[in-house]
């Protein structure tokens, strides 16, 4: 397989090719890592997505499939992708469930807590996210990585290179429009 | 209830404007909210008073019963259904700290069209104010312009003045133009429009006062309609110094796109709406406007600041954003905008009215300049930029002329070189005399410069010039 980091860097100069391959390289992973997560004995339905992105961060870093220095693109990217992985187990699970032992399941960011809860909340926010990215990408983007990814603000300056300030800023409006949009 | 689209982008707007405030101030806002932002009243009141939203959990969400007694919005104690005059009342379109606006139709079956009926509050005109209300009524009734909406009338019915405008529905220009993803070229095209609009309107001497993105909606065909024309001026009362200001202030969202003197509270003539356009021009090129203004500020720290600040150029001061929702780059956009643009718009941004375009037109023409590639009133007639717009003008002519010279003095080269050689050949015997070397070398002399000026201004312009 080809290196993330060389993907990484087909990626920034614009090759669309790269995108797709790094999106499905880190999906396989991601996915993985989040199904073994919620199997856990059928026990556990919280899903903390911040540690998979780390985890998974870390993995390919010392598989030597990607340097430390794409950290930042890296992380930029992988909150679009674990919104996927989140988003399509999400479905799955709502397609498969039956009987009274299916637990809706809850993801450990602030946002979940905030506004709703459940699988479905997950398909909702997911849903207002995509129109809030057609109305204030930058704010969405933000969203995503806090909500999808898990990510802290200064994580999120980081990758963005702004300031924590405005991360804060970007997040409570954020927060109160996909609050308005869901209710 | 879910946001679209374009209430999700509104509501951003708005946090920006009131999450900085505290509780009471807060409070305020809300109780200023202009009516086409009433949609939103109940998730901004959430958002902004968390505990104001517990106590509303009672009521019934997203339809506010704006009809209630204790409605905060029935300021002027109407409901639907009621009758003003000859109009019958459907339903409350938005409510704001200076005025309510229903949407209504002729309860006498006069016209089928349904009218947006106006109620300014605290609308007790003086009775000596109520002829120039008529006069100038009349006056703004007779504006005609497509891209106007229409004052179909305005009256007074038992103490209760109303205005009776044409109804449109449509986005604000800088939420359409963002939506739409339009290019700067496109946005200049409707700011043209709007342009057109408040020239003609000046030219029947009346002035808006009041442009706005908010006054400025786009209606679905993509057409351009001015609302509120002069309406500014028919409901001030002159009651106190700052009229003007507490006007603007009452009703608007913001005074940042104010000219300095009505800040001021002097008197303003046509260059007032000048430089508002200047301020909405400046937001539709760099998604950012030229300064924000804190409301909570008094009104002498406006004025201070309107007067002292001084206005970057809409280049230097891209919204992070701007360029994706102009479908550019950064790169792409501040080349853009640099020069002619940032000229035209600071110019329509002078301090002192007599420093910005004379006139609508004069605005209007400098932006066909533009696109026509020809050198703008805005900036000084220097030598070299005209050169180089006259050269990037006429590039097709230019290129051909170029060749044509290239032809010229490659043929001369070739005759006189035949020249040369016929005298070589007929005169060989004078191998020793050095003359013969001498039209070769002036034509060789001759030659590279010809090729620098015609064909390096030609490729080296070229890349300017994706105007």
């Not at chain 1, 995108?19 to 199904?35: I, M, S, T, V, W």
């Not at chain 2, 449109?168 to 133009?177: E, I, K, S």
């Amino acid at each position: 397989m080809e290196q993330l980091t060389a993907l990484i860097g087909r990626m920034q100069a614009g090759d669309a090719a790269a995108r797709d391959a790094l999106f499905a390289a880190a999906y396989e992973h991601l996915r993985k890592l989040a199904r073994a997560r919620l199997r856990d004995g059928g026990r556990s339905t919280v899903l903390d997505t911040t540690s998979l992105v780390h985890e998974s961060y870390l993995r390919f870093v010392n598989s030597g499939e990607l340097r430390a220095e794409d950290r930042r693109a890296f992380f930029a990217y992988a909150s679009q992708v674990m919104r996927s992985v989140i988003v399509n187990s999400v479905r799955e699970r709502i397609a498969q469930k039956r009987g009274g032992d299916w637990r809706p399941l809850t993801l450990s960011t602030e946002l979940a807590a905030n506004i709703a809860e459940g699988d479905d909340a997950v398909l909702r926010v997911h849903e207002a996210l995509a129109s809030l990215e057609k109305a204030d990408p930058r704010l969405a983007e933000v969203a995503q990585m806090r909500y999808f990814g898990g990510y802290s603000e200064q994580e999120i300056a980081e990758t963005l290179e702004v300031t924590e300030r405005t991360v804060q800023r970007y997040w409570e409006k954020a927060r109160l429009i996909l609050a308005a949009a869901l209710r | 209830m879910g946001l679209s689209i374009r209430q999700m982008a509104m509501m951003s707007r708005l946090l920006d404007e009131a999450l900085p405030l505290d509780a009471n101030a807060r409070r305020a806002w809300l109780e200023r909210l202009p009516p086409e932002y009433q949609d939103l009243a109940q998730a901004l009141r959430d958002a902004l008073l968390p505990r104001d939203h517990e106590a509303a959990l009672h009521q019934p969400r997203f339809t506010p019963d704006f009809t209630g007694e204790e409605s905060p919005w029935s300021g002027c104690g109407l409901h639907g259904g009621a009758r003003v005059g000859p109009y019958q009342l459907i339903r409350l379109l938005g409510a704001g700290g200076m005025a309510e606006v229903w949407l209504a139709r002729r309860a006498d079956g006069a016209f089928k069209r349904e009218v947006a009926l106006k109620f300014p509050k605290h609308s007790g005109l003086r009775r000596d104010l109520q002829q120039r209300f008529v006069r100038e009524r009349d006056i703004l009734a007779s504006l005609e312009h497509p891209h106007i909406a229409r004052l179909y009338d305005a009256g007074t019915e038992d103490g209760l003045s109303y205005l009776s405008m044409e109804y449109v529905q449509g986005l604000p220009l800088t939420d359409w133009c963002d939506g739409q993803r339009l290019r700067i070229s496109a946005r200049l095209e409707l700011f043209l429009q709007v342009v057109g609009a408040v020239q003609y309107a000046h030219d029947q001497q009346v002035i808006h006062r009041d442009l706005k993105p908010s006054n400025i909606l786009v209606t679905e065909t993509g057409q351009v309609r001015l609302l509120d024309f002069g309406v500014a001026k028919l409901l001030e009362s002159e009651q106190a110094d700052h009229t003007q200001l507490t006007s603007i202030y009452g009703r608007a969202l913001t005074p940042d796109y104010a000219s300095p003197e009505l800040l001021r509270g002097d008197p303003v003539d046509a260059h007032t709406d000048i430089y508002s356009l200047g301020v909405l021009l400046y937001e539709l090129l760099a998604g950012a406007r030229p300064y924000r203004l804190e409301r909570a500020a008094t009104f002498g720290m406006i004025e201070h600041a309107v007067a002292t600040l001084e206005i970057c150029k809409p280049s230097m001061r891209l919204e992070p954003q701007a360029p994706a929702a102009r479908g550019s780059t950064q790169e792409e956009l501040t080349r853009q905008l640099r020069g002619d643009l940032d000229a035209i718009v600071l110019k329509a941004l002078a301090k002192e009215p007599a420093e910005r375009y004379p006139s609508a037109a004069a605005l209007a023409e400098d932006l066909h300049r533009y696109f026509r590639g020809e050198p703008i009133e805005a900036l000084p007639p220097h030598f070299t930029y005209r050169l180089r717009k006259l050269m990037l003008r006429n590039r097709t002519t230019l290129a051909v002329v170029a060749l044509a010279a290239i032809a010229i003095l490659a043929f001369g080269y070739a005759f006189r070189r035949e020249a040369t050689n016929s005298v070589e050949v007929s005169a060989p015997v004078r191998a020793a005399a050095p003359p013969a070397a001498t039209p070769r070398a002036t034509g060789a002399a001759f030659l590279p410069p010809a090729h620098s000026v015609a064909v390096l201004p030609f490729t080296n312009l070229s890349g300017d010039a994706k105007q």
